[in-house]
Nanobody, 123 residues
Framework: QVQLVESGGGLVQAGASLGLSCAAFGNIFSIKVMGWYRHAPGNQRELAATITSGGSTNYADSVKGGFTISRDNAKNTVYLQMNSLKPEETAVYYC?????????????????WGQGTQVTVSS
């Protein structure tokens, strides 16, 4: 079993910066892709950014230039630095990780989600 624990959300004013972190705990053999998604009221959950185990990053067009994703493989942790936040970026932010776990003589790859952390940007 693997658990993702998020931290760092909160209430900030427009233009401020905020950092999120998400750490994975449990039966972890390796973690392939780590990512951040967000779910704003009235919208579908959308991708914000992803990062591979090799460090390659991918960003949604809406966050390019403002958000930076990074990871610490030794700590099984992914980070999201958000700068120049806008009110329309108010959402619940979720981390996601593709985790490979060992089961006997084989392994299983499964996508896990964090519990979500609220980010509110006031105007």
């Amino acid at each position: 079993q693997v658990q993702l624990v998020e931290s760092g959300g909160g209430l900030v004013q427009a233009g401020a910066s905020l950092g999120l972190s998400c750490a994975a705990f449990g039966n972890i053999f390796s973690i392939k892709v780590m990512g951040w998604y967000r779910h704003a009221p009235g919208n579908q959950r959308e991708l914000a950014a992803t990062i591979t185990s090799g460090g390659s990053t991918n960003y949604a067009d809406s966050v390019k230039g403002g958000f930076t994703i990074s990871r610490d493989n030794a700590k099984n942790t992914v980070y999201l630095q958000m700068n120049s936040l806008k009110p329309e970026e108010t959402a619940v932010y979720y981390c996601s990780m593709g985790v490979r776990t060992l089961v006997g003589m084989s392994s299983i790859l499964y996508n896990y989600w964090g519990q979500g952390t609220q980010v509110t940007v006031s105007s």
